[in-house]
Structure formats: C-alpha cells, structure tokens
C-alpha cells in the first residue's frame, strides 16, 4: 500500500500520537475511515456510470440488427413470349467454274 511498509508505519503513528494526542486520535482515524469509504463509493459509481454510458453510446453508433424475413409487396407481371427469330436465311453464293 503506496510502499509503505510496517516500520514507516509504526513511525507515521508514534508521531500522530505525539502531535494529535491520545485523546484525539481515535476520532480522526474513524473520520478518516469514513472519508476513504465515501471517496471508494464516490469513484465505483462514477465507473459504473462512465461504463454505462460507453454502452449505450456503442449501441447507439451500432446499426440495427437486420430482419430475418421482408415482406415484399405482391406485383404482378405479364409473361410475354420472346419475339419470333427468323429462320436462317441462306445466302446464295455464285460458285464459278474455269
């Protein structure tokens, strides 16, 4: 916890109770309990509501899910035979004789 170790501690504390006195102490340690409890319920709803807003914010720019099925109107339409194609016409070639 911010590198700190036991005897820095024990230091940080025989300090406190020298400068704070005996009778105070209690109370600024439980005040300060309480500042860092709020302070951690302060910071996990502000994360939770900047995850919630990412979410919508990713739905939103997503597009909307496709249909499975469209329904399309009924048209009718008119079959119409292919026009009829002229029979091969055959080209008479002179052929020559020598």
Known sequence: MFGIGMPEMIIILVIALIVIGPHKLPELAKSLGKGL???????????????????????KSEPPP?????????????????????????EHVPTYSI
């Open 37 to 59: 409890a709020e302070f951690k319920k302060a910071t996990d709803d502000f994360q939770k509501n900047v995850q919630e807003e990412s979410r919508k914010s990713e739905e």
């Open 66 to 90: 496709q249909v499975a099925s469209v329904v399309t109107p009924h048209v009718e339409t008119a079959v119409v035979a292919p026009h009829p194609v002229p029979a091969e016409k055959k």
